[in-house]
């Protein structure tokens, strides 16, 4: 079962850490959903933590990473703008996909965790 946490409140600017129990080695993603808008994707890494793919508009800012000793996978957000602001779900892929486009595919996930809310004050 996956389970997002680390969210908050944090002023433009700042940084936060989400982080997600993962499932095994797992092709895991985090995707977000602002107000009104529909969910996108953020970020996904590979079961080994080698491969990492980012949406265009958090590359230089967020970074993936995942400890499978922990079981865990996590969202280093910097530089956040108010335009981060969303709740922010991990979701997990037994059966990786196999284009890197797909990687932003909602459908190709199988689990999905709670959400967790960020909110970047201006």
């Known amino acids: 079962q996956l389970q997002a946490s680390g969210g908050g409140l944090v002023q433009a600017g700042g940084s936060l850490r989400l982080s997600c129990a993962a499932s095994?080695?797992?092709?895991m993603g985090w995707f977000r959903q602002a107000p009104g808008k529909e969910r996108e994707f953020v970020a996904a890494?590979?079961?080994?933590?080698?491969?990492?793919y980012y949406a265009d508009f958090v590359k230089g800012r967020f970074t993936i990473s995942r400890d499978n000793a922990k079981n865990t996978v996590y969202l280093q957000m910097n530089s956040l703008k108010p335009e981060d602001t969303a709740i922010y779900y991990c979701a997990a892929s037994q059966d990786p996909p196999f284009y890197s486009r797909d990687y932003g595919q909602e459908n190709e996930y199988d689990f999905w965790g709670q959400g967790t809310q960020v909110t970047v004050s201006s």
């Open positions: 890494i590979n079961g080994y933590g080698n491969s990492r």
């Open positions: 095994g080695r797992a092709f």
